[in-house]
């Protein structure tokens, strides 16, 4: 009989707490070594001059200072991997210490070395971030420069920089002020395009809406006011995607503040849409009182009201699917309050954002579905259905020639099912 290859459990355990034990000694062993070259380069290259014994008050050796470098090439390999294990990320972390270590100086250098590798661009994204966090940290300023410079170090989030001149102008906004400004006046972001708008100036100025919008209203105003119509939207929507306005809620004095600016900068045409805005995210607050007092504390006309009631059933919708808790109670719910900002369009409005959740999977989609011909059932309201159908297009023709079948008005009914049918675009 052959011997079965069996570890015993207990074998099995030592073996693997073995292994766990040698990784964290890996670890601990990296970071002694870059303890003690910081003490070497904070002692004139001798890591025992730092404990203040007699050896300390020797006059220093003409030892040079041991200056380790990152092997970016390397380091692009591990990023490249889909899974770390222990040795890789040792490796991660100590280029994250020796890069703390760094000058602004030397952080540009490695920016520089880092852009003259032939690697693929997610590899050099993910280097890239590594040093301009470290940078952000130490010298936003010099940052800033570097990345609003031609040439300059492309990023991988669109926040990142929002991120680092917000925080900045935070802190201490008549510096930041006054470097934009003077990014201005020197022509830095001159643009070529027919709207005369530059992205970075767009972002920047977005980031300074940010931090000016809840502290001083009328220099907010006046910075949008001073910029061509043409390129005012594209701040405010900029500002909208990465300001998280209305995430504390209402009352908050920004979104007063908020609601006058757009009046006072924006064409009527574009009101609507911006004022609605603020609404993603106050619609994460439970119920619906967050929204009701900010549409309230602007004055929300109707048009303004149907765009934050279309706002709000998107992003409800969307949490409800996420935790399963699309049902007719909770849309009940919805129904009753968006009859109080736009009776004669909620039902619309809710056709239209059931419509949109087949994006949230199969499940999702076919409970909107389910949900829209219930609604239409007890309300009569044919309007839930043609809303549906005009978004729905992922549906496939078939289901939504169903949904056409119990529209009741006979002429809207014949035109919806001749629409369908005729669709080039729509699948079975």
Do not use: C
Request: hydrophobic share 40%; net charge neutral.
């Amino acid at each position: 009989m052959k011997p079965i290859h069996f570890i015993p459990p207990a074998l099995a355990l030592a073996a693997v707490g073995l292994w766990l034990s040698r990784s964290w000694g890996e670890l601990q062993a990296a970071n002694e070594r870059l303890l003690v070259l910081q003490r070497a380069s904070s002692h004139d290259g001798d890591p025992f001059l730092a404990d203040g014994s007699e050896r300390s008050r020797r006059p220093p050796r003409d030892i040079p200072k041991l200056q380790p470098k990152i092997g970016w090439q390397r380091l692009s390999e591990i990023h490249g991997q889909p899974s770390k294990g222990i040795f890789a990320k040792l490796e991660l972390r100590r280029a994250e210490l020796l890069l703390r270590e760094m000058t602004p100086e030397e952080l540009l250098a490695a920016l520089a070395e880092i852009a003259a590798l032939d690697v693929d661009v997610r590899e050099r994204w993910a280097m890239n971030e590594q040093v301009l966090t470290v940078l952000a940290a130490k010298d936003p300023v010099t940052l800033l420069d570097h990345l609003t410079s031609p040439g300059g170090t492309e990023v991988l989030s669109g926040n990142f920089t929002f991120d680092v001149f917000s925080g900045w102008a935070g802190k201490d906004p008549a510096a930041a002020i006054a470097w934009l400004d003077g990014k201005i006046s020197s022509g830095d972001f001159t643009s070529k395009s027919l709207t005369g708008e530059n992205h970075h100036r767009t972002t920047l100025e977005a980031a300074m809406l940010k931090v000016l919008i809840g502290s001083d209203a009328a220099a907010a105003t006046a910075r949008i006011s001073a910029l061509p119509e043409a390129q005012r939207a594209g701040i405010i929507t900029r500002f909208n995607i990465s300001g998280e306005l209305g995430k504390r809620g209402f009352p908050d004095p920004s979104l007063t503040n908020y609601g006058a600016l757009i009046r006072a900068t924006l064409p009527a045409d574009d009101q609507a849409t911006a004022i609605s805005s603020p609404i993603r995210s106050l619609a994460a607050h439970p119920g619906y009182g967050n929204i009701d007092g900010y549409l309230d504390e602007v004055a929300a006309t109707p048009r303004e009201r149907l765009s934050g009631v279309a706002a709000t059933a998107t992003t409800k919708f969307r949490y409800l699917v996420e935790g399963n808790r699309l049902n007719v109670e909770e849309l009940d719910k919805f129904r009753a309050w968006a009859a109080t900002q736009s009776p004669e369009r909620a039902d619309a409005t809710m056709g239209s954002a059931l419509a949109g959740l087949a994006n949230n999977g199969a499940g999702a989609g076919a409970k909107a579905y389910e949900l829209a011909v219930h609604y239409h059932g007890e309300t009569g309201n044919d309007q839930i259905l043609v809303s549906f159908m005009i978004l729905g297009s992922s549906y496939g023709r078939e289901k939504l020639l169903s949904l056409a079948e119990r529209i009741k008005d006979p002429e809207l009914r014949g035109k919806s099912i001749e629409e369908l049918r005729k669709n080039p675009y729509m699948g079975p």
